[in-house]
């Protein structure tokens, strides 16, 4: 790229014509190396990022060789952090996708336990559907829970044992290993 007084000149006082004639295809070809096949797409995005900066500065530009290394140091930059960029995110994307199937997985499996769970409280008699409701729904305590469906705390707490005892067997039947958290 050959950059001349005249060039300087008119890029200083906001004439761009002869500046992209003369340079601006230098200037493209060196991005589109920098960032290689897979990202060359950009280049011209980043050349005229570049541009517009030194454009911004043009005042303060003295000489053709100075606008010519700032414009390849902007560009060079511009290019390593895209190319940066492009790395972290393929990083992520690829640590993304790693885990997400088996997230996915885990994710389907503890719906369908859940699922299990609430088949099983769902078909629990009135009478421990309700204790259900009361105790762990409604976080009433046994106290509370007694008073209210006029039972002793004894029976309450029986009552919930044989909730919970009925609902660990059809669990475990089916295998659930979610039954520890209904039991915590």
Do not use: W
């Not at 761009?16 to 797409?41: I, N, P, Q, V, W």
């Not at 570049?50 to 911004?56: K, L, T």
């Not at 259900?132 to 305590?141: A, D, G, I, V, Y």
């Amino acid at each position: 790229m050959e950059l001349t007084t005249n060039i300087l000149n008119d890029f200083r006082k906001g004439k761009l014509e002869t500046f992209y004639k003369e340079a601006y295809a230098s200037l493209l070809t060196y991005a589109m190396r920098l960032l290689g096949d897979d990202m060359c797409f950009l280049a011209e995005d980043c050349v005229q990022d570049c541009i517009y900066s030194c454009y911004e500065r043009r005042k303060d530009i003295q000489s053709a060789v100075q606008l010519k290394a700032l414009l390849y140091t902007s560009i060079h930059n511009a290019c390593i952090s895209l190319l940066r960029k492009q790395q972290s995110r393929t990083n992520y994307l690829s640590q993304m996708d790693e885990g997400k199937e088996a997230d996915m997985t885990q994710s389907i499996i503890e719906q369908e336990e859940l699922d299990a769970i609430c088949r099983t409280i769902d078909s629990l008699p009135p009478r421990l559907k309700r204790i259900f409701n009361l105790s762990f729904e409604q976080s009433m305590k046994n106290e509370e829970i007694a008073q209210l469906l006029n039972l002793s705390v004894s029976g309450v707490k029986k009552q919930k044992r044989d909730l919970i005892e009925a609902v660990r067997q059809t669990l475990s039947r089916k295998g659930s290993k979610l039954l520890s958290m209904l039991i915590c």
